[in-house]
């Protein structure tokens, strides 16, 4: 872990003069052997070498001692390489222990796994001695583990079930609850008891809904009554398919280790490069972790391959500083625990270098922003999540996160490793591919998983004096190629915005169901193009507008707010809640289910499939749809984004008569998609049969803030406007880029609300071979053609434009007349009127489907003009008149779906 740029350098010390050490005698004493039940055999006894209240005590190497008093006070207790301290359950089973430190280059057991801690123990960390082990100093009140070291801490409770699910929806003011599996234990001191503390995880938009409460009585082995009630509803039932049902965790242990909130708050488990291994079950941790980088509840530090350590059955609550952190360690497992209330990202993978580690059947809840102390900038906001994901390359399965104010999940890669590890030039977090993530669940998060590269390191405190390696797109890679990514049987329901949004390359997203969120699934590649060959997939989902869990009508505020005319709880977000927003892409829809979104007249329409509220990158034309059904459903596509250019550009091929249409390309209501072969339909909206692909409209001279009017030149009748589109266009690496949606065999007139580049590149995308589109230009009067040439893109989805001087482009000459530059060799330029027309012609098929481009790049067209200082203001009037533009027949609809 990284505090600063001299990370983990010693703290000044405020440690007064210690107690003498306290070495055991030589004389062992004999004590019953531990064979055959996972202890090791001991040679002296605590009380008869140490007492009850002693300075710092030292067990020697060699010595194994039996912890046999019920209350000790001791300074800090050291075992040394070769010794171990032992509690042993069957001979005290009633420990009280207060100190400043535990420090282990020996062994540290309590219980085995053969015979846990059926007693009670609670280790208080207190004081201010810091201490240093290894060679590193490690600060104050810390179970520490060093090279070499052993700890196996095993408490029986808890061993069981640590979390269950309601079996019936639990309203408020309730104080019993009905679970849907036994919390009996065997022996009985391994179950759920009255006077233990559970939680009641959240079912809803707020993060802050799981409640703690105590048992008062145990009616059954699944029934159990408790104090106080309920003051939020939690759903207990899997509804239209999607699992809603709230988790109910045990925080109780008889095996408890706590800070005290003297000097440091918090106590800290910390465990070094070298230990041989740390198994840890059945405790309870609270009031741990300080608020100070590197200062955990449990936490493997640079502690290399831990093939045999593994953390269950445990919970973390009421934390200063996170829950569990993974640090330059590999091969962890972590599994059936519960996390309640604790700030900072929860399950913390650090550097980018972690791999091999499993996470399991872990319930975190109440995930709360670090706002004060030491931090990374990731721990505030909408960054803080449950799971901080790193490095891809660990297993995820069967985990829950319930209330965050960001994510759930959150996968946020680099190009190489940070921190401790940044040396570390194996490492390619970027590239590596997700070994697993199965099963799991978000609630009541932002959202509940995300791929994301944003930048937070300007926000860490305090800012680290060395160079973080940088943020970096999601690329996973196998053998150089793209290595597709699995997010199967996730659940996610009313989380805030997202369920799931994902940018990488090659995406499925399997088996999941959704629902009450405010946008289901989005998927993303680059944002303003995709990689070549990315695409996403949602196949065998379900995907849900409203289910019967209609949340809580108590409460308003930052997150979520009721709904008087749904009569349901409703995130903060006013935006119109859709299933599957497509953006970006290509995405494909196979084989999913779409029901309960059912909107009354009057409302928002909400839709199953829809758009980003404002999207200003293309929406891809291999977008599609297959083998699907809508149930209760008013409007199968909305789209809302009516002012974006990814509004105006939405559209997906709908391949067979899943949307109860005709096969088409689903597209926005407006009259430049329109033609007579167009079905409009109030559930859909307009069903087109021709062909559509993205042309890139590339202003060379990179100069923003000069909207381009597209409209078509198939239309009827005068009002030409009526078939326009406007876009605002976007800066991408050094250009200004436009994306309009066209169809094929199509003609285009182009205009600019100022007077247009003289630098212009056309691109022709997702076309196949022989497509052609049309295009005519308005420039001023008086413009004269500086030079024009056709070729290909120098690099698949850059639409990067080759050198002109680099002998790969072929300059196309004048010619007479518009009809003759059909074939994509010549232009016609009408310096009267100053419109320039041309045609793009795909000239090679595409290889693969997944790529927009063929292998060699896609048809361009770059126009370079000298502009004239007249206005391009009457270009649309004098466009389609005399010689017009226009044509009025359908003749061109030759490229249908």
């Known amino acids: 872990a990284t505090r600063t740029a001299a990370a983990d350098t010693p703290r000044p010390s405020t440690v007064e003069t210690p107690a003498p050490s306290v070495v055991a005698p030589p004389v062992p004493v004999p004590v019953p052997p531990n064979s055959g039940v996972g202890l090791p055999d001991t040679n002296a006894r605590w009380s008869e070498q140490y007492g009850a209240n002693v300075g710092d005590v030292t067990i020697p190497s060699g010595r194994s001692v039996l912890f046999d008093m019920a209350n000790v006070r001791a300074r800090t207790i050291r075992i040394a390489a070769g010794a171990s301290l032992v509690f042993d359950s069957r001979r005290q089973n009633n ?13 540290l057991w309590i219980g085995s796994q053969t015979v846990p801690f059926e007693g009670s123990v609670t280790i208080t960390l207190t004081g201010n001695a810091e201490a240093t082990m290894d060679g590193r100093n490690f600060g104050t009140k810390a179970i520490a583990v060093g090279r070499g070291a052993i700890l196996e801490i095993h408490g029986a409770k808890g061993l069981g079930n640590s979390w269950v699910h309601l079996s019936q929806t639990a309203n408020r003011g309730s104080n019993r609850i009905s679970l849907s599996n036994s919390i009996a234990g065997s022996p009985s001191s391994r179950g759920w008891r009255v006077g233990d503390q559970i939680i009641v995880a959240g079912t809803d938009y707020s993060p802050d809904q799981t409640e703690k409460v105590t048992i008062t009585r145990i009616v059954d082995s699944t029934t159990l009554e408790f104090t106080p009630a309920l003051r939020y509803y939690h759903h207990g039932t899997i509804t239209m398919g999607v699992d809603e049902r709230a988790e109910v965790g045990l925080l109780t242990r008889t095996v408890k280790i706590v800070g005290t909130d003297d000097n440091i708050k918090g106590g800290q488990m910390i465990f070094l490069a070298g230990s041989q291994r740390v198994q840890i079950e059945g405790i309870e941790l609270e009031n741990m972790g300080q608020s100070l980088i590197a200062r955990y509840p449990i936490h493997f530090h640079m502690a290399g391959d831990q093939y045999d350590s593994w953390v269950r059955h445990v919970s973390v609550h009421n934390s200063n500083f996170r829950c569990v952190t993974i640090h330059g360690t590999n091969g962890v497992s972590v599994s059936d625990s519960v996390m309640f209330n604790n700030p900072g990202h929860c399950i913390y993978l650090e550097d980018g270098v972690e791999v091999n580690n ?217 935006i119109p809640m859709v299933g599957v927003a497509y953006y970006d892409g290509p995405q494909v829809i196979r084989r999913c289910t779409f029901d309960g979104w059912k909107v009354d007249a009057g409302e928002t329409k909400h839709s199953a499939i829809g758009t980003r509220f404002h999207g200003e990158f293309q929406v891809a034309s291999t977008n599609s749809i297959e083998d699907s059904v809508f149930r209760d459903v008013t409007y199968k596509v909305f789209v809302s984004d009516r002012n974006g250019d990814g509004g105006k550009a939405f559209n997906f091929r709908a391949t067979d008569n899943s949307m109860g249409t005709p096969k088409g390309v689903v597209l926005p209501v407006w009259n430049f998609y329109r033609t007579d072969g167009c079905v409009s339909d109030n559930a859909v909206g307009l069903l087109c049969p021709q062909r559509y692909g993205q042309m890139w409209v590339i202003d060379m001279r990179n100069r923003g803030g000069n909207a381009m009017t597209i409209t078509r030149n198939e239309h009827p009748g005068n009002n030409h406007a009526d078939y326009s589109l406007t876009y605002s266009g976007f800066h991408s690496a050094g250009i200004w880029r436009y994306q309009p949606l066209v169809s094929f065999g199509a003609s285009y007139l182009v205009s600019f609300r100022n007077n247009p580049s003289d630098s212009i590149a056309f691109q022709m995308n997702n076309g ?120 009025t027949s359908n003749s061109w609809l030759q490229t249908r779906l």
Not at 95 to 107: A, D, H, M, R
Not at 789 to 806: H, I, K
């Open 768 to 887: 196949e071979g022989g497509d052609t589109i049309g295009i005519a230009i308005c420039y001023p009067r008086g413009s004269t053609v500086r030079r024009i040439q056709r070729g290909y893109s120098n690099r698949l989805g850059g639409g990067l434009l080759p050198p002109l001087g680099d002998g790969g482009n072929v300059a196309i000459p004048a010619v007479g007349s518009r009809g003759a530059t059909i074939n994509g060799d010549s232009y016609n330029y009408d310096a009267g009127k100053g419109l320039l027309y041309f045609t793009i012609k795909q000239r090679r098929n595409r290889e693969d489907y997944a790529n927009f481009c063929p292998n060699g790049g896609c048809d361009f067209v770059h126009v370079e003009m000298n502009l004239g200082s007249g206005s391009t203001a009457d270009c649309l009037n004098n466009a389609y008149s005399g010689n017009s533009l226009q044509i």
């Open 358 to 574: 499993v996470f399991a059947r872990i319930l975190v809840t109440n995930v709360l922003e670090k706002r004060t102390g030491e931090r990374m900038g990731s721990d505030l906001g909408t960054a803080v999540s449950g799971f901080w994901i790193t490095h891809p390359a660990n297993i995820f399965r069967d985990n829950v996160v319930v209330g965050s104010p960001g994510a759930g999940y959150w996968v946020h890669v680099r190009n190489g490793a940070r921190g401790l590890s940044k040396s570390s030039a194996k490492a390619s977090p970027n590239t590596a591919p997700l070994k697993e993530f199965k099963g799991n669940k978000g609630v009541g998060c932002e959202h509940g998983f995300q791929i994301e590269a944003t930048h937070f390191d300007g926000a860490n405190f305090p800012l680290n004096a060395h160079l973080e390696s940088p943020m970096s797109a999601y690329t996973p890679l196998i053998n150089g190629k793209d290595a597709p990514i699995y997010l199967d049987d996730f659940v996610a329901h009313h989380n805030r915005f997202r369920g799931l949004w994902a940018r990488a390359n090659v995406v499925h997203v399997r088996n999941g169901a959704f629902s009450n969120n405010m946008e289901g699934i989005q998927l993303a590649t680059s944002g303003d193009h995709p990689v070549p060959g990315s695409i996403g997939y949602i196949e065998d989902t379900k995907i849900i507008g409203w289910t019967d869990n209609i949340g809580n009508d108590n409460v308003n505020n930052n997150f979520q707010m009721w709904n008087a005319q749904r009569r349901r709880s409703w995130p903060r977000n006013g």
């Open 95 to 107: 420990v009280q222990i207060n100190t400043e430190g535990i420090y282990v280059s020996g062994s």
